[in-house]
């Protein structure tokens, strides 16, 4: 079992930045690779980012890529996401998520999920 806790979500002004954390506990976190998904209200829970075991590969949306930084410290078993140029379309619940080994955009590969941080932009 791998236990996920995100934080760090708020209320932020268009165009500010939020660096949301997520703390693992549980098996070896060095072992899975993670992602972060977020979900708009009505609509599906989407791919944001994923970062391989390592640290060495990153994955993004296009919707995010160019704003966004997805980053680990495997001695703090942490996984962050910098979140920079928010604009009010980035307004959801953001999720982490832990894959074991290879990382991927595909949702239904991950295996542990946390319970989300709500992220709000207004305009």
């Known amino acids: 079992q791998v236990q996920l806790v995100e934080s760090g979500g708020g209320l932020v002004q268009a165009g500010g930045s939020l660096r949301l954390s997520c703390a693992a506990s549980g098996r070896i976190f060095s072992a899975y690779a993670m992602g972060w998904f977020r979900q708009a209200p009505g609509k599906e829970r989407e791919f944001v980012a994923a970062i391989s075991r390592s640290g060495g590969s990153t994955y993004y949306s296009d919707s995010v890529k160019g704003r966004f930084t997805i980053s680990r410290d495997n001695a703090k078993n942490t996984v962050y996401l910098q979140m920079n140029s928010l604009k009010p379309e980035d307004t959801a619940v953001y999720y982490c998520?832990?894959?074991?080994?290879?990382?991927?955009?595909?949702?239904?590969?991950?295996?542990?999920w946390g319970q989300g941080t709500q992220v709000t932009v207004s305009s």
């Open positions: 998520a832990a894959k074991y080994w290879e990382p991927t955009i595909r949702e239904y590969e991950y295996d542990y």
